[in-house]
């Protein structure tokens, strides 16, 4: 088996000091024998290709780093860990394989909003005031009602322990009505 190289120091002597099962895969946590430094590693089976079809009708491949990217930036300085990050983007994945191997860009961004929101509510609402270009509190409102309202299929399987005891879990609502005003901002792929 082929060493992991450290990403500090560039040597191939690391141990693993922990190995976690994620919802896709499998996540290590490695130790530098060279330097000391720490850092973590994600294993999962090669994805199949899913296309993103942007608004101008151009077609890019589904990019799980730069999805993740935009996650943790949405999630900066809010109790949200990289697992929970992970395990959001992967049902992203799969919600858009089950579409059928592609998904237009605004959906990503809305699957994107509904999986940080069953992990942290602010962090979602800090996704979508970058994704959505959200100008006023109505618009705001009308992001987090639609959470609450519109539930995608699927949303329940999002396994995601709660960053907080479940006191404070929030709700989402099975009405089936679907908001008529739906304004979208322009969603580029996060
Ligand atoms: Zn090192």
Not at 85 to 103: C, S
Not at 174 to 179: H, M, P, T
């Amino acid at each position: 088996m082929l060493n992991v190289l450290c990403p500090f120091c560039s040597s191939d002597s690391t141990q693993v000091i922990d190995t976690r099962p994620i919802p896709d895969g499998v996540r290590r946590r490695r130790e530098c024998i060279a330097c000391g430094e720490r850092f973590t590693t994600y294993e999962r089976a090669e994805e199949p290709r899913i296309d993103v079809i942007k608004r101008d009708g151009r077609r890019e491949r589904f990019d799980r780093q730069k999805l993740l990217r935009g996650l943790a930036r949405a999630a900066g300085g809010r109790p949200v860990s990289a697992d929970q990050l992970e395990a959001v983007a992967a049902w992203i994945a799969e919600q858009a394989r089950q579409g059928g191997g592609e998904a237009q860009a605004e959906r990503i961004g809305d699957l994107a909003e509904r999986g940080l929101a069953r992990v942290d509510p602010v962090s979602a609402i800090q996704f979508a005031s970058v994704y959505r270009n959200l100008a006023d509190l109505d618009q705001l409102e009308a992001v987090v009602r639609r959470f609450k309202d519109d539930p995608l299929p699927g949303e329940d399987q999002l396994a995601i322990e709660p960053p907080v005891p479940s006191g404070s879990k929030s709700s989402i609502g099975r009405s089936r009505e679907i908001s008529s005003n739906r304004r979208r901002g322009h969603v580029p792929q996060p």
